[in-house]
């Protein structure tokens, strides 16, 4: 069974950083990903990492936030700098996984992030 268990988070001022975790049980994962949900509003994408390195990101947080994984570790982090009261959420990670041509995504249980201005 897959599990993904999240570390990190807290409440941090305006312009600071904070760095999530996200440790997964398991092996042969693919793509991972972080996503967050603020208060009302729907869950978003935040930022990819292929099994490869290859990463993507929200325009939102592009410059700010780094992703990085260690595959033989099976984590995937998020290192977030000069936060803003607007990155305030709960981070989700999100891990792919294929099995015999079919994908199936992981989710860990989040974890909150707090700005204050």
């Known amino acids: 069974q897959v599990q993904l268990v999240p570390s990190g988070g807290g409440l941090v001022q305006a312009g600071g950083s904070l760095r999530l975790s996200c440790a997964a049980s398991?092996?042969?994962?693919?793509?991972m990903r972080w996503y967050r949900q603020a208060p009302g509003k729907q869950r978003e994408f935040v930022a990819y990492?292929?099994?490869?390195?290859?990463?993507n990101y929200a325009d939102s947080v592009k410059g700010r936030f780094n992703i990085s994984r260690d595959n033989a570790k099976n984590t995937v982090s998020l290192q977030m700098n000069s936060l803003k009261p607007e990155d305030t959420a709960v981070y989700y990670c999100?891990?792919?996984?294929?099995?015999?041509?079919?994908?199936?995504?992981?989710w860990g249980q989040g974890t909150q992030v707090t700005v204050s201005s």
């Open positions: 999100n891990a792919e996984v294929w099995r015999f041509g079919i994908r199936r995504d992981y």
């Open positions: 398991g092996s042969g994962f693919n793509a």
């Open positions: 990492i292929s099994s490869d390195g290859v990463t």
